[in-house]
């Protein structure tokens, strides 16, 4: 398993789930687990755990977990 280097997470970084669908960008680090992602279109900012990150690429977050397991778990902030 790789580990995620989390200061590699920055704002504004496109959030995508597995499937390919981009679900957030980055707001910031809440913590050193949580990520809070921009207002999303209901006008709520979003959370989800660092540990969903499954890779980082320049200005991109790739989740293990698909568009529908992201929205169906996600906190509300």
Known sequence: MT?????????????IASCGTKVGEVDHLQGSDQIKLTKHGDGHHHLIPVSWVGEITDNKI???KDSQEVKDTWIQA
């Open 3 to 15: 580990t995620i280097n989390v200061e590699s997470i920055k704002s504004h970084a496109d959030v």
């Open 62 to 64: 790739v989740l293990t």
